[in-house]
């Protein structure tokens, strides 16, 4: 499937799809190819110029008119959660996906030497936002007819390995998450899944291995063909998944 994928160009065609982590990376990267397919984008993060810079690419290559939501996740509140649906509902009147992409990660650390403090906004923006947002938007992606919510996991999240601490404790939650979300709404319009890219040139990436020769990891557009495909009716009937790049 992956790289083999033709999307076709009306794919996202009247869909409103948010997505969190807009400014950077596979966040930014899934937005301008959602854009490009036809979706109406909410552009969700923590740095506007960023943001606004996604909105002028959209913009610029003739997709649909974007909208930007500034939201820091690390100090949300459930009342700014809550305000996020309401303004979706103003201004939308529903929602046929969600891709959350937003991660945190502080450092890597043995767990006797973590930080608490490090600890529970590690978990705030990679966990409890995923949850907040979807629980929050969920009355949105049933007035859907085909909607999507995508989590983003990590080979820490599904195999544990020393020092990823919080990082790959939340990518771990994630994979829970997304397999009791399917199965509670397995009978509904709303496919739940959960991706895992892979080792691709982020700044997150670069941040965990600052000395890493990353030239030849692929870049997040690589992405494009999976995520499309996920968030799409294509990918309709597929529930409860991990999905990986690599598989």
């Known amino acids: 499937m992956h790289a083999n994928y033709q999307a076709a160009e009306d794919l ?59 939201m820091h996740l690390e100090g949300a509140t459930p009342h700014d959660y809550d305000e996020l649906a309401e303004a979706m509902q103003t201004n939308f009147g ?24 490090d600890w529970l906004k590690a978990m705030q923006v990679n966990l409890n936002a995923p949850f907040q947002i979807t629980r929050a938007c969920l009355p949105l992606l049933d ?23 919080a990082y790959g404790v939340s990518k771990f939650g994630i994979e829970g998450l997304t397999q009791i979300l399917a199965a509670e709404l397995e009978n509904g319009p709303i496919g739940v899944n959960c991706i895992d890219p ?12 600052p ?8 870049t997040p557009d690589t992405l494009a063909p999976l995520y499309l495909w996920a968030m799409g009716p294509d990918s309709r009937g597929i529930t409860g998944q991990r999905l990986a790049w690599d598989d």
Do not use: C
Not at 145 to 160: K, L
Not at 198 to 206: N, S
């Open 211 to 218: 000395g890493e020769q990353n030239a030849d990891l692929k």
């Open 198 to 209: 892979g080792p691709t040139r982020t700044a997150l990436r670069k941040k965990a291995f």
């Open 94 to 117: 529903r929602l046929d996906g969600i891709l959350h992409n937003a991660a945190s990660l502080p450092y890597l650390s043995r767990i006797k030497d973590y930080d608490t403090e």
């Open 12 to 70: 996202l065609q009247d869909r409103i799809v948010l997505v969190t982590g807009a400014g950077d990376g596979i966040g930014r990267a899934m937005a301008l190819a959602y854009a490009r397919h036809g979706a109406t984008v909410v552009l969700l993060g923590k740095t506007v110029a960023k943001l606004e810079q996604v909105y002028d690419g959209i913009e610029n290559a003739g997709g649909p008119t974007p909208a930007i939501y500034p």
């Open 143 to 165: 007035k859907s007819s085909d909607a999507r919510v995508i989590f983003t996991t990590d080979t820490v999240g599904h195999v544990g390995k020393a020092f990823w601490g």
